[in-house]
């Protein structure tokens, strides 16, 4: 079974300025890691998946990379409806799917 | 435009049993999985489960083997959630999600079903 690992549990960040959110796994997943946005009240949404590709409609200030066991989701510039809590998913081996603990991402 | 709208919250002692509904529209309902994942109180993701839609067939995450039925009525575009034998630590919301094109990441989700467990 595939743990994943996330840090750190908190961000603060200054709007304008970058955050960088890391998600390892247990063993190697390849590519095959998705990330999550959560917001107060919200069901999730799907930023990234494949490590690195965004999905439809998320601004490019959203970028995913890394492969194997480590991975990065970068904001390049925080707005301030980018707080919320994100989550690493890794569907290497769906057996069980496996999220990270999760991010919180807050202003500074 | 997808939508997943589910049923409403519920208040259940323990020992019972609760379904959760799951209705799709705005996508061909039978070309994609439906997975349920929940969510305890100020707590992280937990995935459940799936069904494919067009067999019928599911796999459960070995946690809920035992407690979880999951089943879809095509006529209806509707998939279900059912969890038995239902404990306090069972209290959550709990979500259904589209999977994107049978792989195993979840690109449109539903607005999510409080269940809560309480003697």
């Known amino acids: 079974e595939v743990v994943m690992t996330q840090s750190p549990a908190t961000l603060s960040v200054s709007p304008g300025e970058r955050a960088t959110l890391s998600c390892r796994a247990s063993q190697s997943i390849n590519s095959n890691l998705a990330w999550y946005q959560q917001k107060p009240g919200q069901a999730p949404r799907l930023l990234v998946y494949?490590?690195?590709t965004r999905a439809t409609g998320i601004p490019a200030r959203f970028s995913g990379s890394g492969s194997g066991t480590e991975f990065t989701l970068t904001i390049s510039s925080l707005q301030s409806e980018d707080c919320a809590v994100y989550y690493c998913q890794q569907y290497n081996d769906w057996r069980p799917l496996a999220f990270g603990g999760g991010t919180k991402v807050e202003i500074k | 435009q997808v939508h997943l709208v589910q049923s409403g919250p519920e208040v259940k002692k323990p020992g019972a049993s609760v379904k959760v509904s799951c209705k799709a529209s705005?996508?061909?309902?039978?070309?994609?999985?439906l997975h349920w994942v929940r969510q305890a109180p100020g707590q992280g993701l937990e995935w459940m489960g799936y069904i494919n839609i067009d067999s019928g067939g599911t796999h459960s995450s070995q946690k809920f083997q035992a407690r979880v039925t999951m089943t879809r009525d095509t006529s209806i575009t509707t998939a279900y959630l059912e969890l038995t034998r239902l404990r306090s630590d069972d209290t959550a919301i709990y979500y259904c999600a589209r999977d994107r094109e049978i792989t195993m990441t979840l690109d449109y989700w539903g607005q999510g079903t409080l269940v809560t467990v309480s003697s």
């Open positions: 705005g996508y061909s309902f039978t070309g994609h999985y």
């Open positions: 494949g490590a690195s």
